[in-house]
């Protein structure tokens, strides 16, 4: 150790601590993801297919037995539909050409048939597994900066995300409760009788079963599982499983005599039923009542081995059924000691019980579901073929697309078998910050319907985990959040390591539950006062809980046991308990350890760290940084600053700053703001146009924007240079002046100069692209690409072809607008059903050419002519189009004030200070005094600083600069402290009475502009059922006039503008309605005569306008059965 | 009285081609102006705000797909133990339940036809599978099958072999190069010559014309096996093509002749690579590498392209 005992400690900064801090992020800010997936390539899969062998298939023929070993993945691949296989395709080809960035999956298999080996060990592709970009299996993770531009990649992506038919999707963390551990609460019963109820969600391989044990104070015990919907007495479940020693198991339940004693009645309920062989028929009769009874044994045993508890084990041995009798007696413990007051209910909102599920238990699933289908079909496959003959290889019966479809398709839906939806979502790319934070986003799966109040509050634990600012407004508040700077979270530890770890519980004195009872057996009798648990399971007793727990503590800072493990204790005052986690989807964060007051990072050792030659690997190593995890804080006093360290503390935290996310942490002088401010710049930071990636140029997404003259924020957090934000700009720094500008700032609306605006203030370019595919149809007939003859059916006219070049393709740089087409394309007729060769002169071919779409314009930026996997040609046609800031867009500052532009000033009109410095934007006063965010104006003053020094302002919350320091530089450069000056009108020269409070602000354009919003109809297309107008701005569509509007018109007595807006406007019909039934007549086209459906010719029809819609209701009513009559009068005066 | 939508003439001049104007909704004639309808139908999908309703907003199912024997269109009966309300059924009605299915289940799968293409289908899955078929290709071969099967060419054949032909029909139909090797390897069951027997008996009754294998599309495919570059692979096809206009290709195997491009081609790109390689990559002998090889040697060296034919 380091440490220098001469040092004061003191010495510590908190500029120091923020150089570990960097440290700690050198990894990215994805590394969570990529650690998750690299875990299930690694190991996962593997054990996955592992915990599948061997497979056993009974036939006429004899016994099959499939057996897998060896899982290996090949690098990311393609195949051509010529069958040509390229290994060296990129993400950027793939996002081009539409396809799937992924790589195979090989499964070593044998085939042994009655014992006869028939075929072995071959290696067989079963299917494939989506690459995660720039993860160790991605070719991008090993090129160097320069590499990866040539190939079209930015250097600053930060990957973590998978190309799924082009399209870039994320893998949202969810956050769920703790698998495997025993959670107990408070149900409220009928009448108002508490229950208690332990429940105990058990998971493996992605499988999930649920275990619930619920207790009635004065009642018995009932355990629910599986398909036991009504509950079956636990201690005929313990018996089932093996345990029938009554003393037994009143010892594993409790030390306590009073708690001891609530299992009576229990015990009365299962009188009878006292052997193994009698529960198992107990709960037999239960599971599959009706069947013989050697039946309905198997059952059960089936039940209790695969169902319960599956993550002890799913095996029928009597070690595994003695584990889970344990497990439940343990269970039963916690919920009797919680119903006497012993323990305190289990707080769902806790963070140490919950845990993110990232792509490897995700995936888990996933691959779980895919590769049972798989295995379905293999051996109906294998069992037809040994009727006949004897396979000689694998691979025939292996149909890799049956796993490729269900993968890809959840892959490609965000769809997850089990009914989960959104667990892949499309990658944010409006700004670069949106999509670092889109890879950070954790999503809690409550409805969003129901209030969940708690679940929605910040919690205690959340501190350092879970950012506290950035979460949507509305249903979703509290249930979607963000991954703070300084949370990690880890993985499952890889099963030799938790061997080890094991290993060393017993060698520090751990007496194991399997040994306890041996000794129970010969009658030695002892008592041990630590419980201790490895995630979740009692796996044995101890006699000192806290020495253990030092010893454990100190064995993981040596290196001994992984960093990744955590340690609780907790002391009750009937015993103690030890917990050991070391399973995966914990948040933890990383703290310098603390002994005795004094922090074990010395100064050199962080010159070292800031030199780059100490990795943040390296101090955890050292035992400097530890992870912790929220059960383990529950034991640890943490300081938060180094000057307020005491000899009680036991850890100190690294930055206070760490606790925020990528995108509250770029917040400059956040903590001079009311609160809800942070929140809503955090949520329209991820609004604001930017730079989204450097290969922009190379992108095809549908709509992307770019501001063009971005610029770093001069007023920056020390977060914005790690995340990149100074390269990635999302802003510009504007000189804002608060006062009225001409009454056109009133209501949040903003003043923009019109010079700044001409000069490139909020200036941006927007680029859509278009897509066209030519399939190929079952008759050998394919869409062609070409400039489409008149005649073709649904040709749109000679004008809207006009920019097409003779390969159907418009010509690059050419100005296009609504309607006119990018890509000439024909479509051959539709046959139904045969394959018919008819003669080129029948075939009328229809245009399905793709138009620009109406409402919007620009230039032909780019086009890309590709083949999709399919080997149909691909066509991607980018349109570009300059917009300038204007009147109706919107702006953003850094505090969540935002503002649409509600005028742009002529330069010579916009007011000016003495020395000539003319604001570029013009905000209201009546912005600040009730949204209080005072952080902006604290940036304007450091904005101004800045400016006129040419340097960078650290705004950073809590250590950044101060308002004094400000002031004072300001005062230094001759400014006012205040930050206010003297204007002058620009319109009449005179001096403003009052002076103005002006400064420089970092201002975001965020992407709602107008352009993409304006919109009027007078005529147009009709909705097909109901022929009224459509709705919608992308198809013309009509301004709702609703019910609300309509009240006004007849409140107003407007009759005649009523029946303008509701019927002629609208859908206005006019159908013959026969007298004398009242029914809608027909047209008859043969006798050119309008007849009724009941009377025929002897109707008396008239015609009668209406709403198409009332028609439409007739009709169905009709279709129903039910006869609507109309009555029909005289209209009077016609 | 025709109306003018079924003709799509203009009732003024008489011109065939009107022009809808999906902005003003408007159906008009370019000729004279006349506006022959307003108020047009949009054709375009539904899409109505239904937030609270959530589910999707189509009033159809999946497609037809001919892949399946009955289109996709049967109903069946769900295995799901509970009624309408979401009760659970009692013990008697779900074993009722559960013969009913069964039996609705082997009465839709009746007569010999359908069970037929169910089996076939079967196979062409396989075959997609190994072989990488875009979905269009697997629909024509599946047809062609289908053709074949109502032809009565199926009979006293077995359903493989025939939809291993009629594969391989529609890989050449639509110029997708599979080789009957391949054809082999992805499915031992069946054998080249009997899939060879069976395309030659498609080709005959069902009158299907097939356009001659271009070797050329062979090429890549072989040079990715072999790990030849791009530039080889541009110099083979450019070989083939001249060798095609000397007509040196008739009557040859395609892919030994790619073979034997590639490998010419080889030399000239100054690649090193055996003829034992290439042949291995394309799945030929090395015999007919060689013996391609001098042909085409001949031929594109010899200065009188009709003499060889």
Redesign the interface.
Known sequence: MQRDKGEPLTDLSEEHLWTIAESAIEDGFVSHHFRSYEYFIRYGLAELVKSLSPQEIKTKYGTLVLKFEDVSIGSPRIVEVDGMVRENITPSECRLRNLTYEAPIYVKMSLIIDGRVIVPSEKVHIGSIPVMVRSSICPLSKLTKEDLMRIGEDPLDPGGYFIINGSERVIVAIEDLAPNRTLVTIKEGNEGAPQYSAVVLSSVFGRQSKIELLYKPGGAVKAFFSRIYKGIPVIILLRALGMTRDEKIVNLVSNRRDVQELLEQSFIEAEGIETPQDALRYIGNRVAFGYAEEFRVQRAEQMIDTMLLPHIGTTSDRGCRYKKAVYLCDMLGRLLETSVGLRKPSDKDHYANKRLKLAAPLLMELYRVALTRLLRDIKYQLERVVATRQPINLSTFVRSNILNNIVRHSFATGNWPGGRVGVTQLLNRTNYLATISHLRRVQSPLSRGQPHFEARDLHGTHWGRICPVETPEGSNSGLVKNLAFGADVTVTLPSGVKKDLREKLWSLGVISTVVTEEEGRGGKRRTYNTKVYVDGELVGFHERGEELVRQLKEARRNGEISPMVSVYYEKYEHLTEVEVFTDEGRVTRSLIIVEKGVPKISLQLVETVKEGTTKFRDLLDMGVIEYIDASEEENCLVALTPKSLTPSHTHLEISPLLMFGAVASMIPFSDHNQSPRNVYEAAMAKQALGVPALNFNLRTDSRLHLLIHPQKPIVNTVTTKLIGIDKRPIGQNLVVAVMTGMGYNMEDAIVLNQGAVARGVGLSMSYRTYEVEAMQYRGGEKDRIIIPEPGTRGYKGEQYYRVLDSDGLAHIESEVSGGTVIVGMISPPRFMEEYVRASAREMVWRDSSETVRPSEAGVVDNIWISRNEDGNKLVKARVRSLCFAEIGDKFASRHGQKGVVGMLIPHEDMPYTASGIVPDLIINPHAFPSRMTVGQLIESLAGKVGSVKATDVDGTPFIGKSLDELRSELEALGFRSGGTEVMYDGLTGRRFEVEVYVGVVYYQRLHHIVRDKIHARSRGQVQLLTRQPTEGRSRGGGLKFGEMERDCLIAYGASYLLLDRLLEQSDRYTVYFCQKCGLPAYNDLRQEKILCPVHGKEGEVRPVTLSYAFYLLLNELISMGIYPKVVLEEMEGS | ?KSWRAEGICPECGN??L??D?????VSC?ECGYVVM???????P????LEDEEGDRSRVGAPLS?MYRDHGLSTVIERVDEDATGRKLT?EAREKMLRLKKLDQTSQVNSSETRNLQQAANVL??Y?????F????A??AM??Y??ALKAGLVRGRSIKSIMAASAYAACR??G???DLR?FER????VKRKTIAQGYRLLLKYLNIRVPIADPA??V??I???ANLDQRTVQEAVRLLQEATRRGATIGKDPVGIAAAALYMACQETTQNITQKDVARAAGVTEVTVRNRFKGLKEILEGEQPQSTV
Do not use: C, F
Request: charged share 35%; proline share 9%; net charge positive.
């Open positions: 009285m065939q081609n022009v809808t999906p902005k003003t909704g408007e370019p307003e108020r047009d139908v949009d054709r375009g539904e899409w109505r705000k001919i013990k899955e396989i997609v599978d190994k072989l990488h875009p979905q269009s290709v629909e024509m047809t062609i289908r053709k139909l639509s997708m190069p599979r391949e992805a499915y031992p069951l599309i062979y890549s495919k040079a990715s096996r």
